[in-house]
């Protein structure tokens, strides 16, 4: 099952395909083309290859008339895997084909270390592919919310990679995790949070409730983490029954009638706590009664 730290990107990218482009310049040292518009394309490298071969994203720049100005390939590399030097010349390769335009591979990576490996030139004996890597540790992280609101989602990237406790960044990033949550949900603010220090995360609640957000999130409800304010065992279990439903509808597992009721009947809190941890990885209602 995906973590958040290789999802979280790439729905970005997904949602905002000029993210990529922007990401391409700011470790490319190419000129990038001219182009009309961004849009994200199928991300199938197959060719007549039967293996199916999928990249994580597929960015096409496109002239005013549609024709492709330069595919790029993103990749988010949490790890070096000696596989990928393999199948990132079969990529590019199957795309170039497909799309007739020049291609880059840029591959998002979370440090300085496996960024350095996935930019190493790959050379396949008739010809080389030369891997663009971005580190998200690179990014500086914003100390100013207008400057945070105007590139959202490189704010949110750069706070949760520099793994802040500079009370002015994450000042700044607050509106903007707010405005996300209102708009898609609280997947970023979730992929924020996990990356923080109990510092951190401490004084971000409290600017949350300064600047009046509900964020409407498990890990964010004080309910959730220390039960109701009176204690009472009763708000207890109801409050993670919901925290447990809430985080499988965000990531979209199915739950039978059966499932949804055995789930909301439990009064084990330490069964509800197991089921909430394993909520946040699983990939089917199986997984999480297994």
């Known amino acids: ?14 949602k905002t395909p000029g993210v990529a482009v922007e990401m391409l310049g700011r470790v490319s040292t190419g000129k990038l083309p001219d182009y009309a518009r961004v849009r994200c394309d199928s991300g199938d ?9 999928r990249v994580d994203s597929l ?21 070096t895997a000696q596989e990928k030097r393999r199948s990132w010349p079969q990529y590019a390769t199957n795309i170039h ?32 592919v030369r891997p663009v890597a971005l580190p998200l540790t690179r990014l500086e992280p914003y100390t100013d919310p207008d400057d945070a609101a105007r590139h959202p989602d490189f704010a949110i990237l750069a706070a949760a990679a520099s793994r802040t406790e500079d009370e002015t960044v994450l000042k700044a ?34 600017a949350v409730k300064l600047d009046n957000m509900d964020y409407q999130m498990p890990i964010f409800q004080q309910p959730f983490r220390e039960g109701k304010a009176e204690g009472r065992a009763e708000g207890k279990t109801e409050a993670k029954v919901e925290s ?4 499988l509808d965000i990531r979209a597992i199915s739950l039978s009638d059966a499932d949804r009721e055995r789930i909301s009947s439990c009064t084990e809190l330490g069964t509800l706590d197991m089921w909430f941890v394993r909520a946040l990885t699983v990939g089917s209602a199986e997984e999480l009664f297994r």
């Open 1 to 14: 099952m995906p973590s958040l730290e290789h999802e979280v990107p790439l729905d970005m990218i997904r």
């Open 45 to 53: 490298a197959t060719n007549i290859n039967p293996a199916e071969l």
């Open 59 to 79: 960015i096409v720049c496109e002239d005013a008339d549609g024709n492709p100005q330069l595919a790029i390939i993103v990749e988010v590399q949490l790890r």
């Open 97 to 128: 084909a497909r799309l007739g335009c020049p291609v880059e591979l840029l591959v998002v990576a979370p440090s300085e270390s496996v960024a350095e490996w996935c930019a190493t030139t790959i050379d396949f004996g008739c010809g080389e």
């Open 173 to 206: 990033l607050a509106p903007t995790l707010n405005a996300y949550i209102k708009s898609a949900g609280p997947r970023y603010a979730e992929y924020v949070y996990a990356a923080l220090s109990p510092r951190a995360k401490k004084y971000l609640e409290g």
């Open 244 to 247: 447990i439903l809430q985080a």
